[in-house]
């Protein structure tokens, strides 16, 4: 059977077949990692969260859902260019219009459950479990987010891999706030803290989302490549 063509792109001109090609590979590499790397944490989070009853927690689990989601769809588009050697302007701008959706939808959700938490005064539990899963993902998702976008920008500014490479940077900022309000709360008891922890989130995916809509991310975070 022979090799599928080569995947080409005017954006990435410059680079060899072979180049395009590889790097095409990696980024389909990247996101079959992000998908079963996002299964396991979001398991574990949305479980913890619901045992604890922390918004913030079930909210960074369902982010790791959505993740997960827009993984494969970026993925999908991938494997259709290495099949086809070419790349479906049509079906890629569906796609990343898709990806932009996930990031709106987060955002509801965890605006909807903060304000039901503070308006009803829910007081969760802690959650050790979801400290450490937490912690893990400081250290995974910002090496995982630079590959991505590496891929990104050598493929001419991907827009797809860019803009999911953009949903990973969110689950950075999401562990890091997410660790932060529940770290605090261990410490102090302050139950608000959950809930804007999650408000912080809504913030940067809708940010997110906004230029994944109007496909502005192979320009943003140019200056990580």
């Given at each position: 059977?022979?090799?599928?063509?080569?995947?080409?792109?005017?954006?990435?001109?410059?680079?060899?077949?072979?180049?395009?090609?590889?790097?095409?590979?990696?980024?389909?590499?990247?996101?079959?990692?992000?998908?079963?790397?996002?299964?396991?944490?979001?398991?574990?989070?949305?479980?913890?969260?619901?045992?604890?009853?922390?918004?913030?927690?079930?909210?960074?689990?369902?982010?790791?859902?959505?993740?997960?989601?827009?993984?494969?769809?970026?993925?999908?588009?991938?494997?259709?260019?290495?099949?086809?050697?070419?790349?479906?302007?049509?079906?890629?701008?569906?796609?990343?219009?898709?990806?932009?959706?996930?990031?709106?939808?987060?955002?509801?959700?965890?605006?909807?459950?903060?304000?039901?938490?503070?308006?009803?005064?829910?007081?969760?539990?802690?959650?050790?479990?979801?400290?450490?899963?937490?912690?893990?993902?400081?250290?995974?998702?910002?090496?995982?987010?630079?590959?991505?976008?590496?891929?990104?920008?050598?493929?001419?500014?991907?827009?797809?891999?860019?803009?999911?490479?953009?949903?990973?940077?969110?689950?950075?900022?999401?562990?890091?706030?997410?660790?932060?309000?529940?770290?605090?709360?261990?410490?102090?008891?302050?139950?608000?803290?959950?809930?804007?922890?999650?408000?912080?989130?809504?913030?940067?995916?809708?940010?997110?989302?906004r230029e994944a809509w109007e496909g502005e991310l192979d320009e943003a975070h140019h200056?990580?490549?």
């Open positions: 059977m022979s090799d599928p063509p080569e995947v080409k792109s005017a954006s990435s001109a410059e680079l060899s077949d072979d180049e395009r090609r590889a790097l095409t590979v990696k980024g389909l590499r990247l996101e079959q990692f992000t998908v079963a790397y996002n299964v396991v944490e979001g398991a574990i989070a949305i479980t913890a969260g619901l045992l604890a009853g922390l918004v913030s927690l079930l909210g960074f689990g369902i982010d790791s859902a959505i993740e997960s989601g827009s993984a494969v769809l970026v993925g999908l588009r991938l494997a259709a260019r290495l099949k086809s050697g070419e790349i479906d302007e049509r079906r890629e701008h569906v796609t990343l219009r898709l990806v932009a959706v996930t990031f709106f939808i987060l955002a509801a959700y965890v605006t909807i459950e903060g304000t039901r938490s503070l308006v009803t005064g829910d007081t969760p539990d802690h959650s050790v479990v979801g400290i450490v899963l937490l912690a893990a993902s400081v250290v995974v998702m910002p090496l995982l987010a630079a590959a991505k976008t590496r891929v990104g920008h050598r493929l001419g500014g991907d827009r797809l891999i860019l803009a999911d490479a953009a949903e990973t940077r969110i689950c950075v900022l999401l562990s890091i706030s997410t660790l932060a309000g529940l770290t605090l709360y261990a410490i102090t008891g302050a139950t608000w803290l959950d809930p804007v922890a999650g408000f912080v989130i809504a913030l940067f995916a809708i940010n997110e989302g200056d990580e490549s």
